[in-house]
């Protein structure tokens, strides 16, 4: 990064304190002093502790300039400007337009990390390419990842995540996208925005930035979305498994670490991902329909979708010491994401043991029984040896297989016995046995998993 203080003073409309000297260039844009350097433009943003209160930290490793709410006592140069967060955002739409690359932004209820992982690796195939890190996907991560990119950058793929309503909005008008993606319409969120077409009119949220000539990119198996198309001005492109859309794809194998599919608009070529499931062709649909839209070479999508690099914990295959494998799946869960990973993880061969954990799936409001209750339809002790439930709506699930599963094979653990479920499912397991995680964050179960890998050397 390469910004003036009079740069920025422009892009935040705030007033210049303590005789700024306007030759400083700024190299950097930090909010947590951790990762603060010379150079850094410090920016205090309000959370569990207010960032103002280490303003005079930032200073003293490096920071030549910070943004602040505040009058400031001292001689330290800042900027003041009404709110700090709203500062960042303005500057990083300053910095977006100052490097200009192609944007790309992908929302949706399950996938957007892994469609943001491929579709980041067919672009780098062609153009020099920057793209959200870790979960940095809100009003506070998008911008940041913004003014992270490199000036080189050409495409720059942008992950929009959102927990109320309005919020994609104002990511999706911060970024101005080329191209916006939905993955899928799930019901994580259930509890603040009311029913699916509560969640789809959400997501649709992406399009209120998209430039006049954009394309918007739906699942072609959403009837919510098609209506919601009929008033969109940009062109829409579809994609799904066994469809008619844009991009239709037709699964020809399904192994522990790899899926093979063949394309519509590509009859010649033969695909594979690095990942499991018909949902992740999914999201490699997506990433096609980029590099389509940006002119990348087939060949290039192609090769770059057999090896592109997963995020950590989206449906990460592990392996322990002592030869269990594991396929942990616990960043996030609704619904209809777990019930698709079920039905997957139910279908594959494995040498041993089969077992499935599963956590809460949070913030599912009034419907929560009922679709914990739901995840029966896709557990069938004919596929599944054994099911570890934990947390208080999983007991729900957990009377619902009572009558499929017997008291040896279906355990159940309230929310305070994570312990006495980590002993007793790694007492259990035994050399090529394969076990499958998944649940919401806040359920905590990447710790099961650490447990299993300590556990079984």
């Known amino acids: 990064m390469n910004l ?42 309000k959370g569990n502790r207010d960032g103002h209160d280490f303003i ?7 920071a030549s300039l910070v943004l602040s709410e505040h009058d400031l006592s001292s001689q330290i140069p800042y900027i003041k400007v009404d709110d700090t967060l709203r500062a960042m955002q303005h500057l990083a739409v300053f910095y977006l337009r100052k490097i200009g690359p192609k944007v790309v932004g992908i929302t949706g ?31 506070i991560g998008l911008p940041y990842t913004i003014l992270s990119m490199p000036e080189n950058t050409e495409m720059l793929v942008l992950e929009m995540g959102m927990d109320h309503k309005d919020e994609i909005t104002v990511l999706s008008k911060i970024a101005t996208p080329d191209v916006a993606a939905i993955t899928l319409i799930g019901e994580s969120h259930l509890e603040h925005l009311g029913s699916r077409k509560g969640i789809a009119e959400a997501k649709m949220e992406i399009i209120d930035g998209l430039k006049p000539e954009g394309t918007l990119i739906i699942p072609n198996n959403e009837p919510l979305l098609k209506e919601m198309i009929m008033d969109v001005n940009q062109t829409v492109e579809s994609f799904g498994i066994d469809s008619e859309a844009t991009l239709s794809a037709t699964i020809l194998s399904e192994e522990k670490s790899e899926t093979r599919f063949s394309v519509n608009r590509y009859p010649d070529e033969i695909f594979a991902i690095p990942v499991l499931g018909k949902y992740n ?15 990348v070479d087939i060949q290039n999508m192609r090769k770059s979708l057999a090896t592109f690099d997963l995020t950590k914990n989206r449906t990460q295959w592990l392996q322990t010491a002592s030869g269990i494998d ?31 954990v599963l956590g809460d799936m949070l913030e599912l409001g009034e419907l929560s029984r009922k679709m914990h209750e739901g995840m029966s339809e896709h557990l069938s002790p004919e596929a599944i040896d054994e099911v570890y439930l934990y947390g208080p709506q999983m007991e729900f699930l957990a009377e619902k297989l009572q009558s499929t599963f017997s008291v040896n094979t279906l355990h159940y653990f309230p929310k305070e016995d994570k312990n ?10 035994n050399p090529k046995d394969t076990v499958f995680l998944k649940a919401s964050n ?16």
Do not use: C
């Not at 005079?56 to 490096?62: D, I, L, T, W």
């Not at 396929?327 to 043991?353: C, Q």
């Not at 006495?420 to 397991?429: D, F, I, V």
């Open 442 to 457: 806040g359920m905590g179960l990447s710790e099961v998993v650490e447990f299993l890998l300590r556990s079984h050397q």
């Open 326 to 356: 594991i396929l942990s799946d616990v960043y996030n869960a609704n619904p209809t994401a777990m019930g698709l990973v079920l039905d997957t993880f139910s279908d594959i061969s494995v040498e041993g043991k089969k077992i499935v």
């Open 109 to 139: 209820s399950n996938g957007k990390t892994t469609t943001k992982d491929m579709t980041a690796a067919v672009l780098s195939t062609t153009y020099a390419t920057y793209k959200t890190q870790g979960n940095f996907n809100n009003d």
């Open 4 to 45: 003036t203080e009079k740069e920025i003073l422009l892009a935040v409309e705030g007033v210049l304190v303590n005789g700024i000297n306007e030759t400083i260039q700024v190299t950097s844009v930090e909010f947590d002093t951790r990762k603060v350097t010379t150079g850094s433009l410090f920016i205090p943003l």
């Open 420 to 429: 006495n479920l980590m002993n007793k499912l790694s007492e259990n397991l």
């Open 281 to 295: 062709v999914s999201n490699a649909l997506i990433a096609l329909l980029v590099g389509r839209f940006f002119h």
């Open 56 to 62: 005079e930290q930032a200073m003293e490793k490096g």
